[in-house]
């Protein structure tokens, strides 16, 4: 079965603090995708990245970090020194071979002033 | 570019209505989705397409149908809308679908329908 999971559902932290969003994942497949996409309390949702299950290595984009570990199956998402516009739902997905992509329930991150 | 565009934005139907969900996108992509968010529950998938002339139904399909006449369009009906179909709707484009590169989904605003 292919699965993720955001175990987290509701994280709260104070401004300037690094948090960690946590995602696992499940696949049969040796070949799959997996993406972080943001929906801020305005609603909309907006892709943030991908990363291909051969490439291993870390993503840093800004204050923004990804950790992919296949040993662990998980691809964990990093904020480093948080702001309040950080503040939203985050969701965690894997690519499927049927042309589908699987959400995770995502985690709501409170960025306290 | 506008991206994905979704009409209306806002809709209130009563039960036994009907109304149809526009998605169009301008990045010519070839594969596009409708989604269901509620809350707890997160994306759920309704149908989707894999390219112009084609449907294929998703993980919550009934009560809905959809259409893909055209590459750039794709129609979201509900024949007659129940409260169990109160929702945001979400459309979504993608390049290419599945395990190829360039397969990440681009969203567009959402729809959100209330059923009395």
């Known amino acids: 079965a292919q699965k993720v999971t955001q175990a987290q559902t509701e994280i709260s932290v104070v401004e300037k603090e690094d948090v960690t969003l946590d995602c696992v994942y499940e696949?049969?497949?040796?070949?799959?995708?997996l993406f972080w996409y943001k929906q801020p309390p305005s609603g909309e949702l907006v892709f943030l990245i991908r990363r291909n299950s051969f490439d291993e290595q870390n993503e840093i984009s800004g204050r923004y970090s990804w950790n992919f570990q296949k040993s662990t199956s998980s691809f964990n998402f990093t904020i480093t020194a948080s702001q309040v516009v950080d503040s939203a739902v985050y969701f965690c997905a894997l690519s499927r071979r049927d042309d589908k992509i699987i959400f995770g329930k995502g985690t709501r991150l409170h960025i306290l002033p | 570019n506008a991206g994905v565009t979704q009409t209306p934005k806002f809709r209130v139907l009563k039960t036994g209505q009907s109304m149809t969900l526009l998605c169009a996108q301008d990045?010519?992509?070839?594969?596009m989705y409708w989604y269901r968010q509620d809350p707890g529950m997160g994306l759920r998938l309704i149908h989707y397409?894999?390219?112009?002339?084609?449907?294929a139904k998703g993980e919550v399909p009934d009560g809905y149908n959809v259409s893909r006449l055209k590459k750039q369009n794709f129609l979201l009906g509900l024949e007659s809308a129940a409260p169990s179909q109160t929702s945001v709707y979400f459309c979504?484009?993608?390049?290419?679908?599945?395990?190829?590169?360039?397969?990440?989904?681009?969203f567009g605003p959402g729809t959100r329908l209330t059923v009395l």
């Open positions: 696949t049969r497949d040796t070949t799959y995708y």
């Open positions: 979504a484009s993608s390049l290419r679908g599945g395990l190829l590169p360039n397969n990440e989904q681009f």
């Open positions: 397409s894999v390219g112009e002339g084609t449907t």
């Open positions: 990045m010519n992509h070839e594969y």
